[in-house]
């Protein structure tokens, strides 16, 4: 995984045009049936390369809903995350 949007997503649409790379879909192409945006763990990046940090996260208004997550298969993670940050699903914005 990398970054990961839970349940508390209002589906404001804010986030996915601002993924380099288009890792971010909406409600009705999220694969898991939930009724929240979803990310692709092998496309998102964490912004390595794009930005100082997760433009999801900095663009979404609902506090909390963008976390880290554990790696995976991801190409790309920020080094500075903390397993222990990434296993309690820490906000990526405070
Ligand atoms: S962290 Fe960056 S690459 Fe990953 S989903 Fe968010 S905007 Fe896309
Ligand atoms: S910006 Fe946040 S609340 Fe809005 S769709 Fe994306 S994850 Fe959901």
């Known amino acids: 995984m990398a970054v990961f ?3 508390t997503c209002i589906n404001c649409g804010a986030c996915i045009d601002e993924c380099p790379v288009e890792a971010i ?3 009705d192409d999220n ?4 009724e929240t945006y979803y ?3 092998d496309k998102c990046v964490e912004c390595v390369g794009h930005h100082d940090e997760p433009a999801c996260a900095t663009a979404c208004p609902t506090e909390g809903c963008i ?3 554990a790696i995976g ?3 790309e993670h ?3 995350i903390t397993e222990e940050q990434r ?3 820490e906000p990526v914005v405070e």
């Open 78 to 80: 920020r080094e500075d």
């Open 31 to 34: 694969p898991t049936g939930e």
């Open 73 to 75: 298969e991801s190409p």
């Open 67 to 69: 976390t880290w997550d």
């Open 5 to 7: 949007i839970n349940d």
């Open 87 to 89: 296993a309690n699903k």
């Open 39 to 41: 990310v692709y763990a």
């Open 25 to 27: 879909v909406d409600e």
